[in-house]
Each structure stands twice: as C-alpha cells, then as structure tokens.
Nanobody
C-alpha cells in the first residue's frame, strides 16, 4: 500500500492544520494506524496511534490533536488545533507496514 500525505505548512502559534494521509488500498483491515513526528537529529516519536486495543495520544498533544479514519475514502486525518512552536516537525503517517513521505509542519511564535 502507498500512502500520500498532504496538509502541512506554516502556521502561527494557536492556529490549526489538518493533515491527510491517503492510502492506495483499503485501510479497513489495517491492524494499526498512527502519526509520528520527527525533528532534525531526533528519532521519530509517536503522536497518536490506533490499534484494536484503542487509541493513544502523546501527552503533549492530548486534547489538541485528533486522529480520524475514513475507511470509505481510505484516508486518515490528523486535526491539529492550538498549535505550539514545539509541534514543529516532519509528520509521518503509518498504516500497518506502510509509511507516508512526510509533511513539514512549522509553527511560528
């Protein structure tokens, strides 16, 4: 399966962005879905992850970010509200073993 991300960009602190991750195949049977982010020199870290056991958000984004899955459109979304400069990173979607290409999110103070 191929994943194509979109929706990143530059936003002021307090603003919102919605990231999209469109899959080339059905995601209805995916065992795991998530978004991770990475800053230069750092490892990729989990932002939000879904499995059949439930959904887990990183403490730093809980209450501000929401992941949704549209199985009819084979697309996963990450709604990011009240963005902070520390949210600046490249965001990657992950569905099963597949990864998106990454999209840059930059939050200015």
């Amino acid at each position: 399966v191929q994943l194509v991300e979109s929706g990143g960009g530059l936003v002021q602190a307090g603003g919102s962005l919605r990231l999209s991750c469109a899959a080339s195949e059905s995601i209805i049977d995916a065992g795991s879905v998530g978004w991770l982010r990475q800053t230069p020199g750092e490892e990729r870290t989990l932002v939000v992850g879904w499995s059949r056991l439930g959904t887990v958000y990183a403490p730093s984004v809980k209450g501000r970010f929401t992941m949704t899955r549209d199985t009819a459109e084979n697309t996963v979304y990450l709604q990011m509200n009240n963005l902070k400069p520390e949210d600046t990173a490249v965001y990657y979607c992950n569905i099963g073993d597949a990864w998106g290409q990454g999209t840059q999110v930059t939050v200015s103070s």
